[in-house]
């Protein structure tokens, strides 16, 4: 496989060599050995201090997906109400799932180069009094971070019964506070801030949406009802990715022996000195507010004289890889993926250097 020595793609992101060595594996079934249930519950606590939850968090082998799928047919039936907030690519695709269990999905969306405003958020739910509401903390391909806690108010104010967020690309990077913002289901993955591999996702989970998924009781892979008691009985309903939880645990370490408060003002000041530089190359972010840009990944619109596939193929030359975008944006936005180990300046600093000569 060919390695660029400048990694900014927002996820996979880069994984530091302690991670890859604590997944090093050749030993036996995680779910006959008690070693794996005392590291399990170790990554769930670490995962807890990280997201700032006291919930139970089950760890899925998949990509985040599954906890983004399992969470919704975990808790929904057909005739619920859902309200998604939708802001951009993730917004509205969870918006699309939950379609699939139910018919009564309303959607307040945005343009893509926008925030979710709170207060028509706020509206919407005391208009059609949803069951669940939907929302991204930060949509990765347009590089925008969502107001999750003043939604989270509304979500309060009125009594919903459960907040859906995904902070797949937020988690160990943005600020979030799943239990102060009132969220029943945090999503996770590993391969954004955490700078684990892929392959794992990972649910935080209230007392509420456990309550609901006893009486919705589905049952799947995805099903995220095997794993409330999962490490007390030390039943698992699959064979444990335990390579994958080790680097997990690693990857935790990462961000915990750094201290989370300065990872999370460190991803602050490495995107604000982006946006700057980017500023100064006169190139345009975008998202129409500096505001609603994302500490973890930064998003730009492509130069008028350039096609995304050309800039791609010349920083590849220098040895960089960004990421260009998906859905309405592809070709028109690419991205710089500050996120987790990538979160440096100097990192940063190469690949705008390289960016910096292609455009001049
Ligand atoms: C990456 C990402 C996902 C999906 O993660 P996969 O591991 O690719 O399934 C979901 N939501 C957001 C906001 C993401 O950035």
Redesign the pocket.
């Known amino acids: 496989m060919k390695r660029y020595p400048v990694p900014l793609v927002?996820?996979p992101t880069t994984v530091p060599e302690a991670v890859l060595d604590a997944g090093r594996y050749d030993f036996g079934s995680g779910d006959i050995e008690a070693e794996f249930f005392y590291q399990y519950a170790r990554v769930a606590e670490k995962l807890r201090s990280i997201i700032r939850t006291r919930h139970p968090i089950a760890v899925m082998s998949g990509?985040?997906?599954?906890v983004?799928w399992g969470a919704l047919k975990s808790t929904l039936s057909p005739g619920d109400r859902v309200l998604s907030v939708a802001t951009g690519v993730?917004g509205y695709g969870i918006a699309e799932m939950a379609r699939t269990l139910t018919s009564e999905v309303k959607v307040v969306g945005f343009e893509y180069d926008e925030a979710a405003d709170a207060e028509k958020v706020a509206a919407a739910i005391e208009a059609f009094r949803p069951k669940m509401v939907t929302m991204?903390?930060?949509?990765?391909p347009s590089g925008v971070v969502n107001p999750v806690a003043a939604v989270g108010e509304a979500v309060r104010a009125f009594g919903v019964p459960l907040f859906y967020v995904?902070a797949?690309?937020g988690a160990g990077g943005a600020e979030l506070a799943t239990d102060d913002w009132g969220i029943d289901l945090c999503?996770l993955?590993s391969?954004?801030c955490f700078s684990a591999p892929?392959g794992l996702?990972m649910v935080a989970v209230s007392e509420r949406a456990w309550a609901q998924i006893d009486r919705t009781g589905y049952q799947g892979y995805d099903a995220l009802a095997p794993f409330r008691q999962a490490l007390d009985r030390r039943w698992f309903p699959y064979t444990p990715a335990w390579h994958a939880i080790a680097g997990l645990e690693a990857a935790c370490d990462r961000i915990l022996s750094l201290g989370l408060d300065s990872v999370i003002r460190t991803h602050a000041e490495v995107a604000a000195h982006t946006r700057r530089r980017l500023g100064e190359m006169g190139l345009s972010l975008f998202p129409r507010r500096a505001a609603d840009s994302a500490p973890t990944v930064t998003a730009v619109r492509v130069p008028e004289r350039m096609s995304w596939a050309d800039l791609d193929r010349r920083l590849r030359a220098e040895g960089v890889v960004m990421g260009g975008s998906i859905g309405p944006l592809a070709g028109k936005v690419f991205r710089i993926g500050h996120m987790g180990a990538q979160a440096h300046v100097a990192t940063v600093d190469a690949g705008l250097d390289a960016l910096a000569k292609i455009i001049a």
């Open positions: 927002p996820g990509e985040a997906m599954v983004l993730f991204v903390h930060v949509e990765t995904d797949v690309a999503l993955g391969q954004k892929p996702g």
